[in-house]
């Protein structure tokens, strides 16, 4: 599948701090510490059935500017984000429509190319959706299989599913208790209910063809993936069989992150699947986390169209630190606003206060955890401050550009 244009990436003078994330199984900040390969990162992508929302926006911001960090200290980056290109939400929006659901996927995934490059997010390496990668899944579902970490219900659907209770250390991603676990299931896809499983926690792998339904040929029989199995195959293709970042929106944690990564290491036998399981929050609106539900989302395309400039977005979502639930509002909206007016005149005057020092601050504030309040605060500081360095406005510039993924 094909990616989006990549921004300028600007060369900053020396290096920057070695990067410490929180891990969501660790439940504490550790240092990131990539291999001689380079920086591995999976981030979940869109299922495709709806514009580009600021929850979106958010997520995609936050692992941005980890793989920021890590090429400013020298870390070449494998990133690899998925497109779930053929799952329940696209097909029930299709239908609503009266549209294909193939073409659907098709113009909201141009569509969330087109917002990524306005925001200026470098693009994944491999950009993969879950249609192309068919073969991948079935392959690794029947690996499941053959190592006892997948059983065929016997009702004659064909579905194909994953035991938890056969899960070495499952519930050491999320740390939820069986109730939370089963309801959050419940509510995400899951089908505790589903008769005929050996446990309500056990996720569906392969769902055997149904009339109406696309599927796709396997060894398993005709029919198409679970949704965790897809995202653990397609990393596992990519990436190998251990990565240095596993992300979303702390909605993944539970189930699909704990599912995924349990698939890949029953699979690899390889442990823990992810060095940092990253969440990012949710982005509210009047008090209220976005969702198709509750039809109150902002679309970034819509802003874009109505003349916000994208640079504003990305800081008004900056402004608060990636793993808090967050409001957006108008007042976000205009304090971002000002302060784009406010750093741009900054860095258009002939000299200002020491960029070096700038610069040092900016990335020590994002090593710790990518702390992008406090690195903008840095920014707001240096903006208000006089001083004779004539460097100092091209380097504020090249360093707001390279590490937070702003042009001034």
Not at 97 to 111: H, I, N, Q
Not at 348 to 373: E, Q, Y
């Amino acid at each position: 599948m094909e990616s989006w244009q990549a921004p300028g990436l600007r060369r900053l003078p020396g290096t920057g701090e070695p990067l410490r994330l929180y891990d969501t199984a660790r439940q504490d900040v550790h240092p990131s510490v990539p291999g001689a390969g380079g920086a591995r990162m999976y981030v979940c992508g869109i299922t495709p059935y709806d514009a580009t929302h600021l929850g979106h926006a958010a997520t995609m911001i936050t692992f941005d500017v980890i793989n920021r960090v890590w090429r400013d200290n020298g870390h070449a980056v494998n990133y690899v984000q998925n497109v779930t290109d053929v799952d329940e939400p696209l097909f029930e929006r299709a239908e609503r429509d009266g549209v294909d659901w193939k073409a659907l996927g098709r113009r909201e995934t141009a569509l969330f190319r087109e917002d990524m490059e306005a925001l200026r997010i470098l693009p994944p390496v491999a950009y993969v959706g879950a249609v192309e990668s068919m073969t991948d899944v079935a392959d690794l579902v029947e690996r499941l299989v053959e190592v006892g970490a997948g059983y065929r219900l016997d009702d004659g659907t064909g579905d194909v599913y994953f035991p938890v209770d056969d899960a070495e250390g499952f519930g050491g991603e999320s740390h939820y208790d069986r109730a939370t676990m089963l309801r959050y299931f419940g509510e995400r896809g899951g089908d505790p209910d589903r008769a005929g499983k050996r446990d309500p926690l056990d996720a569906l792998l392969w769902r055997g063809k149904r009339d109406g339904e696309p599927s796709w040929p396997s060894a398993l029989g005709d029919g198409r993936p679970g949704w965790h199995i897809e995202c653990a195959a397609i990393a596992l293709k990519y990436l190998g069989e251990q990565i240095d970042v596993q992300g979303g929106g702390n909605d993944l944690i539970f189930p699909h992150h704990e599912m995924s990564a349990a698939h890949a290491e029953a699979a690899t036998k390889v442990a823990p699947f992810a060095r940092h399981y990253v969440h990012a929050g949710m982005i509210a609106l009047d008090g209220e986390k976005m969702s198709k539900s509750l039809g109150n989302l902002v679309f970034v395309s819509r802003l874009r169209a109505d003349g916000v400039d994208p640079a504003a977005v990305r800081l008004g979502l900056l402004d608060g630190h990636y793993r808090d639930d967050r409001a957006w509002t108008d007042d976000v909206l205009r304090r971002a606003q000002q302060r784009l007016e406010t750093w741009r005149a900054a860095t258009a005057r002939r000299s200002g206060a020491d960029g070096a020092a700038l610069l040092a601050k900016v990335r020590g504030c994002l090593s710790n955890d990518v702390d992008t309040a406090a690195a903008l605060a840095a920014v707001d500081e240096w903006s208000t401050s006089n001083g004779d360095d004539a460097d100092a406005p091209s380097l504020v510039s090249a360093t707001v550009d390279s590490l937070l993924g702003v042009t001034l």
